[in-house]
């Protein structure tokens, strides 16, 4: 009995409760590369259609899956449905101190902390194989205004409204101004109007006050134009204090707000770490130029060469998770308050006085969603191969194990189950099963050769159903019997027994079932003693 409780509480382990982490498996494994040369329009177009494509479905999934009302109908394909981070809003300023808005312990600081391959990213792999990924975001409203220079207007063509470039850093060699804005906006109806730039020795080149060497520096600015707010706005970035009255169509009098500067600006700085969780040895934070994917020993960390090429898909990626891909391609579309503007209006619903924060949070968790889009798009291959690429599939053992060991959710979920019990129990039952065939021979035959107990065994024999079955027809004098020992007794094959037809109802009993053109035997026939056969006609009437 004690064996039968055991055995039934480990048979339940053979098969686990359903899960719904799937390994992927695809054919199209690899790494989409540009063809077309990146300086050149088309090369230019086909990375910008390809960037917007991968923000625009990383923004829709942060929007859906980042946050406290997440929707498990679309947040069900990672193994995690969002990555963590912490934040620290009264972080060190990034840049030089005079620029951040609220002083030099005032930055919003943004940190992922240590993702693991395995755990976060779903790369499926044993502890020793995997890497760790960090991304810091430190973000500050910024102060500009002593950077900002009146154009002398000798254009003719710009009605002689005014002009100011916001002297922030050259842009392509083009020119020396980061923007320039035409005060002739304000009267064309134009609503909220989002810049982007990215340190870039090609692109931007960030004045002295906003660079840094350690990281990848974005720049935000933010023209409001003809919106016009219905309450104060307090917040650094969308700042409007200055009361503007005006008559509705309704013919009432109402106090709106304007913005209080032209341009705002927010700057970021994005940092990227890689760590060995075998060693605990760390990469300095850099920004993705600073990695240096092709040193030899591994990133100096003592990263494996399986952790090496898992690391460096990573960190192919994190060149597009800085805050500038968040926006650039988006536009207005980028900015969260923009979603409260009414419709067909210019009239902006009031902001909190944290707002930049909440934009700033979400650039951060679109990179987030970015980077869990782009690991798995790597074993998936991408849902398309834009004109101007190709997809270069895996070039390494290790990079072919990566393709076969993507975790991902299945929505349909699956049964797990062990092998080995499985074969335990069938084994075990099947032993078990044969065992009981064979016991009653075996004993039978022992006790047979032994000449030991046999009335037992004949006892024990015709306690059996069968053989209790046979003692009852064949006491009713139905049939012709073998086999008044055997587990099962035979009859022949035209013999027939059963219930009589005129059984009664209530009281049934089996009795001999003649039938018309059956003989029966009489008494006589039983004796074969002529003489005993006389003394029998003398005794029966």
Known sequence: MVFFIVAGIFSSQVTKAAGNEVLIQSRRCGLLNL??????????????NLETNDTM??????QACYGNGQNPLQCNRYIRPSLPWTTVSNATCPFTHSLCYYGATSAYLMDSGLLDSHRDLGINAPSSDRVQYRKITTCSPIHFSAYVVEVNNTNQKTNGYRRFNIMLG???????????Y??????????????????????????????????????VLLAANSIVYENPVTDPFFAATTEYSSVLNDGLERTFYTPDSLVSGIACVDQHQFCNPANRKCTPLTGFIGLDTNSDPYWQIGLSRTQYITAKLIAFTSGRLTTYYSIASRGVNALRASETVVPNTFFQIGLPNTQWM??????FAISMAKLQLKTVQYATGPPYIPEGYNLVGPESKEEENICKNQIIRNAKGTTSFSVL????????????????F??????????????????????????GTWQLQRLAYEEAG??????????????????????????????PRLSQASKPNEHVLDLEELVVDPESRSELKQVLP
């Open 478 to 507: 139905q049939g012709h019997w073998s086999g008044g020992v055997n587990s099962v007794p035979l009859t022949r094959v035209e013999d027939k027994i059963g219930l009589p037809r005129d059984a009664n109802q209530t009281h």
């Open 182 to 219: 035409n005060l002739h906006t304000l009267a064309d109806g134009i609503g909220y109007a989002l810049s982007s730039f990215t340190a870039s020795p090609n692109g931007w080149v960030p004045i002295p006050a906003l660079n840094r060497s350690d990281g990848d520096v974005t720049l």
């Open 170 to 180: 050259e842009v392509f060699d083009i020119t020396n101004y980061t923007l320039q």
């Open 438 to 463: 064979a016991l009653d021979p075996t004993v039978q035959l022992v006790r047979h050769t032994m000449r030991k107990n046999e009335y037992k065994i004949i006892q024990y024999a015709v306690d």
């Open 57 to 62: 479905t990383a923004s829709t999934y942060s």
């Open 358 to 363: 909440v934009e700033v949070s979400s650039w």
């Open 35 to 48: 063809t077309l040369d990146p300086s050149s329009q088309r090369g230019s177009v086909a990375v910008g």
């Open 421 to 436: 019990g499985v074969t335990i129990i069938l084994v075990v039952g099947a032993v078990l099963i044969l065992g009981s």
